[in-house]
């Protein structure tokens, strides 16, 4: 008999789960969406599965060292909770406490801002997330959300 966690953990790996060229579709959408507002900014976004591997990931010339770990941190964190970036910093705001442990869980790997954001299907499952980093976590958001939309799905920032 299977644990909860690894039931849930059965569950998340056999679910239906984001393409790859979906994924591909998202990140390349995310970066033109910063050139078309004008971020100068070098970008890198990362999209996970369901499971939470990375699916896709690209930083642009001249992005630092950290910028992978901020945006699979951001993406990272809304697949972890099953919720979008805006509500995971909401909570970090009212429960710092928690946001902290949930964080140690993740082995440091949760970043609690917006710029990470939830894949969800046509039926409202949640089947990836996007992370973005490079900007301010606004324009990161924006940058997400226009990558998930131009792949033909539905973005749930938490907001």
């Known amino acids: 008999m299977l644990c909860q966690s690894e039931t849930t953990l059965y569950r998340r790996q056999n679910q239906m789960s984001i393409t790859l060229a979906k994924s591909r579709k998202i990140v390349s959408a995310a970066l033109k969406k910063a050139q078309e507002i004008g971020l100068t900014k070098p970008m890198t976004v990362v999209v996970l599965d369901a499971r939470g591997t990375v699916k896709a990931c690209e930083s642009q010339d001249g992005s630092s060292t950290l910028r ?41 790997n949760l970043v609690p801002v917006p710029g990470g954001v939830l894949v969800r299907d046509r039926k409202g ?25 131009a792949a033909g799905l539905q973005a749930d920032t938490g907001g």
């Open 68 to 108: 992978f770990k901020v945006a699979f941190g951001k993406a990272n964190g809304c697949i972890g909770l099953g919720i979008g970036g805006r509500a995971i910093f909401a909570r970090a705001n009212e429960q710092p406490y928690f946001v902290q442990a949930v964080n140690a869980l993740a082995d440091g």
């Open 125 to 149: 499952a949640a089947i990836g997330a996007v992370g973005v980093t490079g900007d301010t976590s606004d324009n990161d958001e924006i940058c997400a959300v226009a990558g998930i939309e």
